[in-house]
């Protein structure tokens, strides 16, 4: 599995393709696409059981 699909602002979808929902600007974007995934500043695991917890 890869380390994006892990990632809470990962979106699958069919219509447009898979995406990173994260909000860049400009310069910010650059260094994002520029980088390696492997040091991704903007990953944040996606916890399906955490947002459970916090609506209980």
């Keep these: 599995m890869d380390m ?3 990632c809470a602002h990962y979106v699958a ?3 447009f393709g898979d995406y990173c ?3 860049l600007d400009e310069d910010e974007m650059e260094k994002f ?3 390696s995934m492997k ?3 903007y990953f ?3 916890d399906e ?3 459970v917890k ?3």
């Design 13 to 15: 979808d069919d219509e």
């Design 44 to 46: 944040q695991l996606y």
């Design 54 to 56: 916090k609506q209980n």
């Design 21 to 23: 929902d994260v909000n």
């Design 49 to 51: 059981y955490k947002i």
């Design 4 to 6: 994006c699909e892990q």
């Design 39 to 41: 040091s991704c500043h």
């Design 33 to 35: 696409l520029t980088q």
